[in-house]
Every structure is written in C-alpha cells, then in structure tokens.
C-alpha cells in the first residue's frame, strides 16, 4: 500500500512569488492535514480537508490556502511568498478528520522543502 | 492557554545508552498523547499513543509513561541505536468544548546518538 505522496520533495522560490505543493494521500483516506515546520516553532497545523470541504483552519494568513480534488488528492498554495515562508511543508493522510476525532490516527508524507530567497 | 512543552531541547547520547525526554502540557481537557519520531527530511511517524486511563505504553525499546495527574509524559529509549537519532515530537489533543480534537505540538527533542 502506497504512502502519502507529497511533491515536489525540495523548492526554490523568490520573494513575491506564488507556489503549490501537492499531496496524494493513502488510498481510500478522504483527509488531508497540512502542517508547517520550522526551527523556531516547530509543527504548526494549517488547515485540514475532508471530502473536498475545509474542516479545519489554524491561524495563518489568507495568502496560504488549499483545497482538495473528488480523488482526495490536496494542494497547498501559497501567495505572495515571504521569506518567513521558508519552512518544511508536510501533509498528513488519515480516514477520519485527524483534527477534530479522537482516535484518528494521521500518516504524514516527507514533506516539501521551500526556501523563499 | 493550551501550551506543549518538551525538555530537553537537543540531547546527545552515546550508542547503548538510555535515555528519557519529557513532555510536560497545560492542554485541558485531555483527551490523548502522542509521541512521534521523525527522522531528518522524513515526515513523522506516530510510536505510541495515549489516552487518560493509561500509564504506560511500550514500542519495542521505546517506553512512554503518563501522569495525568501532573500533566507529564515521558519517552524512555533503552539500549540507544544510531537510529534512534531523530527529533521527538509530542502531539497532545484536547476533548470537548471550543478545542474539540483540536492538537497541541511540542516543538521536539533532538536526539543524536553517537558510536
């Protein structure tokens, strides 16, 4: 069975641009977490899909957003890069919504490296 | 405020040995814990979980232990391997109310485990 597939696996990207990162998640799980990771702050959740509805929002700014396709698949965009942007982006797959239900277990793909320069 | 704290930051430790981090939270109410490993460029993969009525929880040569009492948990790793050398995550997660389901994450251990 396939793990969570995230890509592209490292990114380089300049100030003011836009990115999407892509997650593909275990099959048949309809849930898509995206979480950042930095040195200074660690793990920070971002927002959560489940069946193509946002469930979830943590509390970043309107220029990070998401959404997810019919085939569970998620994207992450993220407008306007800052160079705070620079961080490690990783995904989490899980059959019920990880964030809100209790014994939901998530598994996370190894992340999208971006470097906004 | 709902708060994940892990100690120590960084721990360096020789290959054979034992050692302990913790995890002390103010999340309330509790529902369950969550330690996690994550090796460098990998994503995080969950070793054990625990939820209030549960003092201990074994993995193999990882041993996490819980005190809901004092809002403290433990990871104990026996007989230290050069992979074991990965940061140490604790995900706590709160039960009802406003905060339901919702997750608190430690910002991790680094273990190095040197030859």
């Known amino acids: 069975k396939a793990g969570v597939t995230q890509t592209p696996r490292y990114l380089i990207k300049t100030r003011g641009q836009q990115v999407t990162l892509s997650c593909s998640p275990i099959?048949?799980?309809?849930?898509v977490s995206w979480y950042q990771q930095t040195p200074g702050q660690g793990l920070q959740f971002l927002f959560e899909?489940?069946?193509?509805?946002?469930?979830n929002k943590g509390n970043f700014p309107g220029r990070f957003s998401g959404r997810q396709f019919s085939n569970s698949r998620s994207e992450m965009n993220v407008s306007t890069l800052e160079l705070g942007d620079s961080a490690l982006y990783l995904c989490?797959?899980?059959?019920?919504?990880?964030?809100?239900?209790?014994?939901?277990?998530?598994?996370f793909g190894q992340g999208t490296r971006l470097t906004v320069v | 405020k709902n708060q994940v704290e892990q100690s120590p930051q960084s721990l360096i430790i020789l290959e054979g040995k034992n050692c302990t981090l913790q995890?002390?939270?103010?999340?309330?109410?509790?529902?369950?814990l969550r330690w996690y490993k994550q090796d460098t460029g990998r994503g995080p993969v969950s070793l054990t979980i625990?939820?209030?009525?549960?003092n201990t929880k074994s993995n193999g040569r990882y041993t996490a232990t819980l005190d809901a009492d004092t809002k403290q948990s433990s990871l104990h790793i026996t007989a230290s391997q050069l992979s074991d050398s990965a940061s140490y995550i604790c995900?706590?997660?709160?039960?009802?109310?406003?905060?339901?389901?919702?997750?608190?994450f430690g910002r991790g251990t680094q273990l190095t485990v040197w030859p």
């Open positions: 989490a797959s899980s059959l019920g919504i990880f964030n809100r239900q209790q014994n939901t277990e998530a598994f």
């Open positions: 099959s048949g799980h309809r849930s």
């Open positions: 899909y489940f069946s193509e509805t946002q469930r």
């Open positions: 995890c002390n939270y103010t999340v309330s109410p509790f529902s369950n």
């Open positions: 625990m939820t209030f009525s549960e």
């Open positions: 995900v706590v997660r709160a039960d009802r109310g406003s905060t339901l389901g919702r997750l608190y």
